[in-house]
């Protein structure tokens, strides 16, 4: 028979387990959304190349309606190719996130083994950084970033001349 002192370590011990798989889980099902969300991307440029064709192709033969028809198609598929991007947006984001928290997590435990040499834990996180590295690119890849430049630095006094 169990002893009552056992029980809240069990306890701790399967709510531990639940919350990894909880957070693997959730890094799983936000990859699914990027995934996702770049056919949405996809289809959505496809659509809105469709609809720019079909105003391309407009002549002098063409009715106001037909100029309406191709002017409403490209403004929907362009709307459509917004609400994708800004979502595969979101998505990367959030993996990236899930990835960071999966990461520092693991930092935590290798933490706790102070026996660990610095190159052991090196080895067990190196396996443990590789998804957090991709998901980093992904979103690098598809966000711009600009750094700001303070010219005030560089730029030199102008001396004043008295006249």
């Not at 996809?42 to 191709?70: H, K």
């Not at 083994?113 to 190196?126: G, I, R, S």
């Amino acid at each position: 028979m169990f002893s009552l002192s056992l029980i809240p370590a069990a306890l701790a011990l399967s709510l531990a387990l639940v919350a990894c798989q909880s957070a693997d889980k959730k890094a799983a099902n936000d990859e699914v959304k990027v995934i996702n969300g770049v056919e949405a991307v996809c289809n959505a440029q496809s659509d809105v190349d469709a609809a720019v064709d079909q105003v391309n192709n407009l002549t002098p033969d063409s009715t106001v309606a037909d100029a309406q028809r191709a002017g409403d198609k490209l403004k929907a598929a362009l709307s459509a190719l917004n609400k994708a991007e800004g979502q595969l947006e979101k998505a990367e984001v959030k993996e990236y996130r899930d990835q960071v928290d999966l990461f520092r997590k693991a930092v935590d435990e290798v933490s706790k083994k102070k026996d660990l040499t610095l190159a052991e834990a090196a080895e067990q996180l190196k396996g443990k950084a590789a998804p957090l590295l991709e998901a980093r690119e992904q979103l690098a890849s598809t966000t711009v970033c600009i750094d700001a430049v303070d010219d005030s630095a560089d730029a030199k006094p102008e001396s004043k001349s008295k006249s």
